[in-house]
């Protein structure tokens, strides 16, 4: 069978018995199986469920383990992918980035233990959940046979504060370092009512990305009610500006904002415009070498405008499969997985536009945000 990272084939039904009732007669194995208190399950060469804990049962949902045995891990908890290919879990174009299938695959070819993050978009009974998994591979050899003890944690809930503490405090604190600053600026200023509009806006501001992050912990249609205002276009650029003209990302890169603007008012919510386009520049200038360069563009007519930020460099096409995927990320560190995530859930769940991107290796990196007027 056809496969695009990990073999395809499987045991035989015969075979795949006896590795069953070899492993499950095994004393070891019986004994881990009883005592490790988090999800174990044990798999053959084949990547096949041979064993697992009651603890994995439950938290498959599964009153039998018969109905889980033979299965590959992707198959048994609900993986959207799992069954892309005939060969199912390992086998899709997905699965060479997915941190289970590699930190399995990598056990198997060097007989040493391999421990990955995996995040999985899972579906069962018609519901679909995002997971985030702590995956550890531990190869083990009784009677002469291989097997691989699978140890899954399932730190979704880890992740989402680790999130909270890196987004969700930075941008809270720069918003609230604003607001104080034009506090302090009305004890002194004669021209009081410019300063208490800004602390009006401000504290806006305050609520509004409150609400923004409440909606990114929260699973599946997006819960954030936009506050839309009639808006300049000329304003977004203006913000990005601002956001990024200090930035310790640009130091020795260029942002390239567009001199010329369409004349055009949007009828949105700017806090959300400016987090979701905020984001693609982030990224960009996180992409390019010290000198790179990141453009944002504006265009519109009569019906739509669209926002574009280009970089130089192609995205792997292994991250493209999953570019939006809640929880994935190619960088290091926990608190990450939730920009271009969020980019779809609000550009598109809450402003009603459209979320794409191109990347090639001769034209380089481009997202884009479409409204229509």
Known sequence: MDTHFAQAERLSDRDLARDIERVNSNPVIDGLLGIVNGLLAVLNEDRQIVALNQNLLDTLGVDNAGDVLGLRPGEAVGCVHSNDMAGGCGTSEFCSSCGAAIAIVTALATNEPEERKCAITAMRNGVSSDLFLRVRAQPIGPD????????????????????????????????????????????????????????????????????????????????????????????????????????????????????????????????????????????????????????????????????????????????????????????????????????????????????????????GTEFSLTLAL
């Open 144 to 363: 002469g046979r291989r097997y691989l003890l699978l140890f899954l944690q399932d730190i979704s809930r880890e992740q989402e504060w680790s999130t909270l503490e890196k987004l969700f405090f930075h941008d809270i604190n720069n918003i609230v370092g604003g607001l104080v600053g034009k506090s302090e600026l009305l004890q002194v200023s004669p021209d009081k009512d410019e300063h208490a509009r800004d602390i009006l806006e401000w504290s806006l501001r305050l609520a509004r990305e409150i609400e923004i992050q409440r909606s990114l912990f929260q699973t599946g249609m997006c819960s954030y009610v936009p506050a839309h205002d009639e808006v300049p276009l000329i304003r977004l650029v203006e913000e990005l500006d601002h956001w990024f003209s200090a930035h310790t990302l640009s130091q020795g890169k260029l942002l390239v904002l567009p001199a010329e603007v369409p004349e055009v008012t949007l009828r949105t919510d700017m806090s959300l415009l400016v987090r979701i386009v905020g984001n693609m520049v982030t990224n960009a200038l996180e992409a390019v070498s010290e000198g790179g360069e990141v453009r944002v563009s504006v265009t519109g007519n009569s019906t739509s405008v669209a926002v574009k930020v280009w970089n130089e460099g192609m995205i792997p096409l292994s991250v493209q499969r999953r570019m939006f995927q809640r929880n994935f990320s190619t960088k290091d560190g926990d608190g990450r997985g939730l920009g271009t995530y969020s980019m779809k859930l609000f550009g598109e769940g809450a402003l009603g536009g459209r979320v794409g991107f191109t990347s090639s290796f001769d034209g």
